[in-house]
T-cell receptor, first 114, second 115 residues
Framework: KAGVTQTPRYLIKTRGQQVTLSCSPI?????VSWYQQTPGQGLQFLFE???????NKGNFPGRFSGRQFSNSRSEMNVSTLELGDSALYLC?????????????FGPGTRLLVL | AQSVTQLDSHVSVSEGTPVLLRCNYS??????LFWYVQHPNKGLQLLLK??????LVKGINGFEAEFKKSETSFHLTKPSAHMSDAAEYFC?????????????FGQGTTLQVKP
């Protein structure tokens, strides 16, 4: 099976702009989670989508949003970008069975905000 | 609430010597624990996971971890380090309870392997 894919891999934006990142899960997986990775804060959970519904949400401002489509592909959007949003954004997919299930990660999208 | 603490931010070993990466967890429930590895500019790869079966868990590339409830620890070990093991390692706990796949990550341990 193909792994989790994320597009684009690299992105440069300026403050105030918005950005959309895409994640295609492993075939058959219905859950997609998003994480932000920064040197200072480490890996932090953004949100999880399962069957097109947000199932869980982390402690991020409302500028961060996401959605999931009927084919399980997911997008996350960040509006009004700030310098601090520069990070590696990782998505992970799984069947959606919940606690203890293995999450499979994509290579990430590296976002640089200038 | 669950949490994990990785006790060393940086570990340096010589090639061929044992590796020990330490992790303590906090959980009010029977935890599901993982170790992931991240090579530079790459995503995260699962090394192994514990979900209340055998306390000694074997993973890929010769790594293993032992779950010790009395010590709330889940240390990662490997008998002999290889240069290719140099990477960032994350101890992770699955959020519980709840029907969610949310993972809670430790701050990471950078493993340096010297020739």
């Amino acid at each position: 099976k193909a792994g989790v894919t994320q597009t684009p891999r690299y992105l440069i934006k300026t403050r105030g702009q918005q950005v959309t990142l895409s994640c295609s899960p492993i075939s058959g997986h219905r859950s997609v989670s998003w994480y932000q990775q920064t040197p200072g804060q480490g890996l932090q959970f953004l949100f999880e989508y399962f069957s097109e519904t947000q199932r869980n949400k982390g402690n991020f401002p409302g500028r961060f949003s996401g959605r999931q489509f009927s084919n399980s592909r997911s997008e996350m959007n960040v509006s009004t970008l700030e310098l601090g949003d520069s990070a590696l954004y990782l998505c992970a997919s799984s069947y959606g069975q919940g606690v203890g299930e293995t999450q499979y990660f994509g290579p990430g999208t590296r976002l640089l905000v200038l | 609430a669950q949490s994990v603490t990785q006790l060393d931010s940086h570990v340096s070993v010589s090639e061929g010597t044992p590796v020990l990466l330490r992790c303590n967890y906090s959980s009010s429930y029977s935890p599901s624990l993982f170790w992931y590895v991240q090579h530079p500019n790459k995503g995260l790869q699962l090394l192994l996971k514990y979900t209340s079966a055998a306390t000694l868990v074997k993973g890929i590339n010769g790594f293993e971890a032992e779950f010790k409830k009395s010590e709330t620890s889940f240390h990662l070990t490997k008998p002999s380090a290889h240069m290719s093991d140099a990477a960032e390692y994350f101890c992770v706990v699955s959020e519980n309870p709840g029907n969610t796949g949310k993972l809670i990550f430790g701050q990471g341990t950078t493993l340096q392997v010297k020739p």
